[in-house]
Nanobody, 118 residues
Framework: QVQLVESGGGLVQPGGSLRLSCATS????????MGWYRQAPGKQRELVAT???????NNADSVKGRFTISRDNAKNTMYLQMNSLKPEDTAVYYC????????????WGQGTQVTVSS
């Protein structure tokens, strides 16, 4: 059963914007800390941003001021608004969800490709 479904990736020119979505299958995910990783060619997987069930956010320095993580509990969906995109933002982006007190039970989305190129 797929519980995290990502969408919103694609091709965008430098300086452009994209909004990624991570839809959850059940409202129970609203109690989980969630976030986004990305994996780019030749680079280690990078934690991009996190958001707690209470809405507390944290962003990687590489995206601070450009990306905004948010969640809409009524829609059971988490978002990553990406502005001022750069070619170095090109990567596969993965959302995740962490059940409280269950560190071995992380859920992952399938990944969505973001390509920033002219």
């Amino acid at each position: 059963q797929v519980q995290l479904v990502e969408s919103g990736g694609g091709l965008v020119q430098p300086g452009g914007s994209l909004r990624l979505s991570c839809a959850t299958s059940r409202s129970i995910f609203n109690t989980y800390t969630m976030g986004w990783y990305r994996q780019a060619p030749g680079k280690q997987r990078e934690l991009v941003a996190t958001i707690t069930s209470g809405g507390r956010v944290n962003n990687a320095d590489s995206v601070k001021g450009r990306f905004t993580i948010s969640r809409d509990n009524a829609k059971n969906t988490m978002y990553l608004q990406m502005n001022s995109l750069k070619p170095e933002d090109t990567a596969v982006y993965y959302c995740y969800a962490d059940p409280p007190f269950m560190p071995t039970m992380r859920y992952w989305g399938q990944g969505t490709q973001v390509t920033v190129s002219s």
